[in-house]
């Protein structure tokens, strides 16, 4: 047969503009959506069901779940578990230190450090992690912390005891 050639050079784009079906859905360099990514990180917000419906609710913007999970995967936004198992010991343990010279008081526990650092920087480990760190670097401060006293969701002070049951005689 001769005629002209129905092969696609390699260099040749149908699409060069990315345009598809998903017309809602805004391209992978909008900065916006970078930005919005990184607000829910500093906020907390990890999941991709939540950070969809939030693009959603609050401005507008329709990304899947799966485009949510994607994109953060390419900037690199962790949860605290795999943010914990990636970073060196060295800079976990001085990520805690440095939270924990903050309060010569020794009163903040670890669920408080936790969102200190991840208020500072942007690094989220875990509440386990952080614990068995600060255990370790000042046991006596992490003993002396007052746990009889919780705050709750409203702002009252409520008492919690513990009560401390002889052994048995035999």
């Keep these: 047969m001769s005629g002209a050639s129905t ?25 916006r959506v970078t930005e ?5 990180q500093r906020r907390d917000i990890f999941d ?25 995967r390419a900037l690199g936004l962790y949860a605290s578990g795999v943010t914990t198992r990636q970073l060196p010991e060295t800079i ?26 991840a ?4 690094i989220h480990l875990t509440r386990d992690y952080i614990r068995t760190e600060m255990m370790r670097q000042d046991p006596e401060g992490f ?4 746990m009889s006293v919780k705050k709750t969701s409203d702002g009252r002070s409520t008492i919690h005891t513990m009560v401390v049951l002889p052994a048995s005689i035999s």
Excluded: F, W
């Design 7 to 31: 092969e696609i050079s390699p260099k040749h784009n149908r699409n060069p503009t990315g345009r598809n079906q998903y017309k809602d859905c805004p391209p992978k360099n909008d900065n």
């Design 48 to 72: 991709k069901k939540k950070i969809s419906q939030l693009l959603y609710d609050e401005h507008g913007i329709k990304l899947s779940e799966s485009s949510v999970a994607r994109r953060r």
């Design 143 to 146: 003993a002396s912390r007052d």
């Design 92 to 117: 976990k343990r001085q990520l805690v230190l440095t939270q924990m010279s903050k309060d010569p008081e020794k009163k903040l526990g670890p669920r408080m450090i936790k969102q200190l650092i």
């Design 119 to 122: 208020r500072d920087t942007g």
């Design 36 to 40: 919005l990514l990184y607000d829910y």
